[in-house]
């Protein structure tokens, strides 16, 4: 992208879930967006972005328009120099319980220097990845920011995580003693076993994790 301004024009807060396949949907997304005119803040996390610049090398933010910058947060994991996917269950609860925090303290830090400093207008709107819900609260409700959520995600695999409360309230939690129970009660998803839900391949202690967080997100 060649380097360039924009006079006007909102300014979209683009967020992935901080894992590969998230950030790289959610980035084909902002380029669109900023090619049809937006301001983009890209926001990764610490470690994320740290992988970002050892690929694309530290000249790579040098490169970009005016009106497209990448910011971080912090995920509150314990520091890492690997390069690879953090665990799943972690990144998990690190969502649930330690990145609203400092993600709401960058929206009201990104307002307060809207134009005099960064030459970019106040935030405007929240994209956000539907995994990421500590986007609507606190940071949308506090400054009045709507929110608009990407999911990365097939339609049959966002039909199936918004039963997850249902199968929690039928006792259909993950379990290898009952994968191949019959599920016939979700719409339009026909010939059905908990087996064939997201997130079942086979059922350990860990799924529990995962099972809670994505119920809560549905």
């Known amino acids: 992208m060649a380097s360039e301004e924009f006079s006007t024009g909102p300014h979209a807060l683009c967020l992935p879930m901080p894992a590969q396949s998230h950030i790289g949907a959610m980035l084909k997304l902002a380029k669109l967006l900023h090619h049809r005119g937006l301001y983009i803040t890209f926001v990764n ?33 314990p520091p890492s120099q690997a390069n690879a996917t953090q665990d799943v269950v972690s990144l998990c609860q690190a969502v649930r319980v330690l990145m609203g925090a400092p993600f709401c303290e960058l929206v009201g830090d990104l307002n307060k220097r809207a134009d005099t400093t960064s030459g970019f207008p106040p935030v405007s709107i929240i994209v956000a990845d539907g995994f990421m819900t500590f986007t609507s609260y606190p940071a949308s409700e506090k400054f009045g920011i709507p929110v608009v959520n990407l999911w990365t995600i097939s339609a049959c695999a966002l039909m199936g995580f918004m039963h997850f409360p249902q199968l929690k309230e039928k006792g259909l939690t993950p379990s290898n003693d009952n994968l191949r129970t019959t599920i016939d009660w979700i719409p339009c998803m026909k010939n059905m076993r908990l087996r064939d839900m997201p997130i079942f391949p086979g059922a350990t202690d860990r799924d529990d994790v995962i099972f809670d967080f994505v119920k809560d997100v549905a």
């Open 45 to 77: 996390t610490e470690f994320n972005h740290r992988r970002l610049l050892e690929v694309r090398g530290p000249g790579f933010l040098n490169n970009l328009p005016a009106s497209f910058r990448f910011v971080t947060i912090p995920d509150g994991l």
